[in-house]
T-cell receptor
């Protein structure tokens, strides 16, 4: 039931660096969402970007959406060790159910 | 945002036993609840969708007799893993939707079958 793929699958950076994760999806969308998941925990909703938006900011997060390429990116600026987590994009499928990309496991080294 | 709880957070059981996982919407009425399964280092895979008072709709490849879902009230859905086997060990996450389109996620339940 996965909608798309994310890359990279895993990313390791130093504290203070920026982290960029990409997501591709397959069908038309009304919006795209990004979630964070700490190891063994539930999902935390980060940000929603609508199909008529190209870019959205929330604190250190910047999300872009390119509907012509069916892709989105999540940028975390000035990363911190506490940002270590898995990040998933998600879209609603034809049945109006939220489906997830493969996820990117981010490791931020102190 | 709205709060969804799951119970238990962790469960260890013997092979062949059944395990029930509860999902509750604490401050809103959930007309639709979703159950996801997540293997280690993998994404969430939708298992089934349940609407209050009706039978659940299962995704392709998910055995409905194996994973029994009951959505008896607007605030409670249960997932029962029947005759559990070690390959059923996984992280199970529920999600609930109220009147709007947003889905709220529970904290997940770690099932380990010995």
């Amino acid at each position: 039931s996965q909608q798309g793929e994310e890359d990279p699958q895993a990313l390791s950076i130093q504290e203070g660096e920026n982290a960029t994760m990409n997501c591709s999806y397959k069908t038309s969308i009304n919006n795209l969402q990004w979630y964070r998941q700490n190891s063994g925990r539930g999902l935390v909703h980060l940000i929603l970007i609508r199909s008529n938006e190209r870019e959205k900011h929330s604190g250190r997060l910047r999300v872009t959406l390119d509907t012509s390429k069916k892709s989105s990116s999540l940028l975390i600026t000035a990363s911190r060790a506490a940002d270590t987590a898995s990040y998933f994009c998600a879209t609603y499928n034809a049945g109006n159910m939220l489906t997830f990309g493969g996820g990117t496991r981010l490791m931020v080294k102190p | 945002g709205a709060v969804v709880s799951q119970h238990p957070s962790r469960v260890i059981c013997k092979s062949g036993t059944s395990v029930k996982i509860e999902c509750r919407s604490l401050d809103f009425q959930a007309t639709t609840m979703f159950w996801y399964r997540q293997f280690p280092k993998k994404s969430l895979m939708l298992m089934a969708t349940s609407n209050e008072g009706s039978k659940a709709t299962y995704e392709q490849g998910v055995e409905k007799d194996k994973f029994l879902i009951n959505h008896a009230s607007l605030t409670l859905s249960t997932l029962t893993v029947t005759s559990a086997h070690p390959e059923d060990s996984s992280f199970y996450i529920c999600s609930a939707r109220g009147g709007g389109n947003e889905q709220f996620f529970g904290p997940g339940t770690r099932l380990t079958v010995l």
